[in-house]
């Protein structure tokens, strides 16, 4: 099983950036597709971007153009770069290794955008 911690969240302004990290520990990373999602108060968790072991990737609509996901194997570590963030990116940001289904998460790290 792989244990996740998150780093890199915090508040910001609207127009701002932020990097977000996962660092993976245990057995289990490699190979495995790794991916970034939120939770807005209220609201389900939703995908942000995903990142295959062979580097395809996936987006959210809301995000594209703005968020970059990107992953080193030889450290197994995931990050999310954040620019021009908006006051509706604020949520706690959940890193994924393995898929939604049996995969493991992170604890999450919170993300606010306000002025």
């Known amino acids: 099983q792989v244990q996740l911690v998150e780093s890199g969240g915090g508040r910001v302004q609207p127009g701002g950036s932020l990097r977000l990290s996962c660092a993976a520990s245990g057995s289990g990373f490699g190979g495995k597709i790794a991916g970034w999602y939120r939770q807005a108060p209220g609201k389900e968790r939703d995908l942000v971007a995903t990142l295959t072991f062979f580097g395809a990737t996936n987006y959210a609509d809301s995000v594209k153009g703005r968020f970059t996901i990107s992953r080193d194997n030889a450290k197994n570590t995931v990050n999310l770069r954040m620019n021009s963030l908006k006051p509706e990116d604020t949520a706690v940001y959940y890193c994924?290794?393995?898929?939604?289904?049996?995969?493991?998460w992170g604890q999450g790290t919170q993300v606010t955008v306000s002025s």
């Open positions: 994924n290794v393995g898929g939604t289904r049996t995969g493991s």
